[in-house]
């Protein structure tokens, strides 16, 4: 069972040393590859993948030329993932806030499952900031209630589900609602769902590009509630 583990990068010059280092120890001797995804980047982190990944054994690197969002180039690393039936796909961040190595972690979940094409896994954070702590859990009450589904932690990381389940999605959003969308449609679907503990750390360096103030939370719950009243629309009664 091989994994295929994607990570956006936008904008990440300063991290990529250190999530390199940290990927090429957490996977060595593993079946995995990890695609790092430089999801149209505007600073240095073209020229840093190309030094860095050169003859790195299981990392290589997507390009997107234009910044789309951050779920279109998730989804631009898991297709050029090298994935076959009964591989596991996935997603991480690059910020270092969550360890790549957790990704291994999750893995043993499906090794142990009885049926792993019928379960998907996420991690589950620890260590978050009070107020982080109240929007997540504000947030995984809305989006229970609405959609009438248990979702809790949304956009915990990492993410992982076997490479048939991807190739099942339809329409899939480009924007952070992809977390969403592929949480519910596991849940829709019937999948056991695995979680396990992963701790959150505060980002080593630069900024999040969108978890910057409560004007700009409000900017994201105003996008995943809209996105989620569509879901519920298209899931019918």
């Known amino acids: ?10 904008n990440e010059a300063a991290n990529l040393p250190g999530l390199i280092a940290r990927c090429e120890e957490a996977f060595r001797g593993e079946d995995a590859e990890v695609l790092l995804v430089d999801n149209g980047s ?5 020229s840093i993948l190309a030094e860095r990944l050169a003859g790195v054994e299981n990392l290589r690197s997507v390009r997107v030329e234009q910044n789309q969002g951050y779920g279109f180039g998730i989804l631009a690393g898991l297709r050029a993932a090298r994935a ?23 893995m043993e979940l499906f090794r142990r499952a009885a049926d792993p094409e019928r379960l998907f896994v996420k991690g589950r954070r620890y260590g978050r900031p009070p107020g982080d702590v109240f929007f997540t859990v504000g947030m995984s009450l809305f ?11 949304i956009n915990a990381q990492p ?18 609602s992809l977390d969403l969308y ?10 056991a769902i695995g979680r396990f503990p992963v701790d959150f750390r505060p980002r080593a360096h630069g900024t999040s590009h969108w978890n910057v103030d409560w004007r ?3 900017k994201f719950i105003q996008r995943t509630v809209k996105f989620s009243v569509q879901l519920r629309k298209a899931a019918g009664p």
């Open 1 to 10: 069972m091989k994994l295929s583990l994607v990570i956006p990068c936008y």
């Open 42 to 46: 505007t600073d240095a982190t073209p």
């Open 84 to 106: 076959a039936r009964g591989d596991v796909l996935g997603w991480t961040h690059a910020d270092l806030q969550t360890d790549p190595a957790d990704a291994v972690k999750g």
């Open 143 to 153: 989006e229970s209630a609405l959609l009438g589904r248990r979702l809790w932690d």
């Open 159 to 176: 993410t992982l589900f076997p490479a048939a389940f991807f190739r099942s999605w339809s329409n899939p959003p480009h924007d952070f």
């Open 182 to 191: 592929a949480y519910y449609q596991a849940r829709r679907r019937g999948l």
């Open 216 to 218: 700009a939370k409000w």
